[in-house]
């Protein structure tokens, strides 16, 4: 299957994360991504490792496994925008273009001589995606962004670790991800509104806004309650018990989202439900040193696999932790389309992590799957220049 966005040309300026994750979600879902980068170097994470992975014709065409995770279906042309000719190019790109992605600090697109006002008379139905570390504008608005600080200045890494005294960032670049996640949805929306107005318009977020934008309760709780969170380790604030809980050889992770889930896990290794201090969540999270003290003594003959297996059982929800490896054979994520088969230009066979989202057309003989199925590899650099300056040349 084609995907639901089939027909939409996307011109990728962007490197690094924010802005390649975004075109790939794009491309995940059937958009043609044209992906724009510098000659010789290409994105910056074609060299960000190891891990690198030599093909048979040598280091010299290495490809970075960084490279890999973000890049899928797209094609890959190299451009000097400081030379006139290419810029002639990038010009005839943009006008045959529904989206744009850019993640250049704010004002360097204007000084390349692609600000707004440009790109609007080149193709008024453009829909612009710019990312940007802190803001287009305001009294810190030309900062850089990279994700550690963006994860560090918006909050996060306060909340995360082991105590307060132990911050920890997040151990993906969450910040630059939830950006090109939000990206592709505010370009998702422009693209629904021009169907109504016939217009493009530009999209703008940044990594401070998207991490701020997953503050979920942690930020409410400031605003409305004007309690400030702390990391605390791998235990909920505001729910107990909800966390990793040490057992025979091992632990385990479990919830008890709701009073009736919390009564059947007592009922189950024989606890007092009704115990001073624990009758009821807001009592548990007060004393939830002492709610882990009793459940891991409960649990500390009982291996992890029989553990998860009573948990299961009695209705609680619980698992483990896995490990990456672990995860890419485990056959729940397997049968969600969670890895897919690529043919690299270079490399050959790839398994690479696969799109999270899933479509199905519903039927009177019930449900059929739609989702795109053939995914292309992350492009060779500049491997898609012939082709599409052919067609740039016959294209109207």
Request: aromatic share 6%; glycine share 14%; hydrophobic share 40%.
């Amino acid at each position: 299957m084609s995907g639901p966005l089939d027909g939409v040309l996307v011109v990728d300026l962007t490197r690094a994360l924010a802005g390649p994750h975004a075109g790939m979600m794009l491309g995940d879902l059937g958009a043609r991504v044209i992906k724009v980068e510098n000659p010789g170097s290409g994105d910056d994470t074609r060299g960000w490792g190891p891990p690198f992975v030599d093909p048979a014709s040598g280091e010299a065409a290495r490809e970075s496994t960084y490279f890999l995770s973000t890049n899928r279906n797209k094609e890959s042309v190299t451009l000097d925008l400081k030379q006139a000719s290419d810029k002639d190019l990038l010009r005839e790109l943009i006008r045959r273009a529904d989206v744009l992605l850019e993640n250049f600090r704010p004002g360097t697109l204007a000084r390349l001589g692609f600000g707004t006002d440009v790109l609007e008379s080149l193709n008024p139905r453009l829909v612009t995606l710019s990312i940007s570390g802190f803001g287009h504008d305001g009294p810190e608005g030309g900062r850089a962004g990279y994700d550690q600080i963006a994860q560090g200045e918006a909050g996060l890494m306060s909340l995360t670790g082991s105590g307060p005294e132990d911050p920890q960032r997040v151990g993906v670049p969450i910040g630059d991800l939830l950006a090109g996640m939000y990206g592709a949805y505010g370009v998702l929306a422009a693209l629904l509104e021009r169907e109504r107005t016939g217009r493009g318009q530009v999209v703008r977020t940044s990594l401070l806004a998207a991490v701020v934008g997953v503050h979920a309760f942690q930020g409410t709780a400031w605003t409305v309650a004007g309690q400030v969170g702390r990391a605390q380790g791998n235990h909920h604030p505001s729910i107990a018990p909800y966390g990793l809980f040490s057992c025979a050889g091992g632990s385990v992770q479990l919830s008890c989202g709701s009073e009736s889930l919390w009564r059947k896990l007592c009922a189950e290794f024989g606890l007092d439900a009704d115990a001073p201090g624990l009758a009821t969540n807001g009592e548990r999270v007060g004393n939830r040193r002492q709610v882990i003290e009793l459940l891991e003594r409960a649990f500390a003959d009982i291996a992890p696999e029989e553990l998860l297996v009573r948990l299961a059982a009695a209705g609680i929800p619980a698992g483990k932790v896995r490990t990456i490896d672990e995860v890419y054979t485990w056959d729940q994520a397997l049968s969600q389309g969670l890895l897919v088969d690529v043919e690299h230009q270079t490399l050959g066979p790839l398994q690479l992590p696969g799109p999270p989202l899933r479509f199905f057309a519903p039927g009177r003989d019930g449900e059929t799957e739609t989702t795109r199925r053939e995914h292309s590899a992350p492009p060779v650099l500049g491997s898609s220049n012939e082709a599409v300056r052919a067609w740039l040349a016959q294209s109207p």
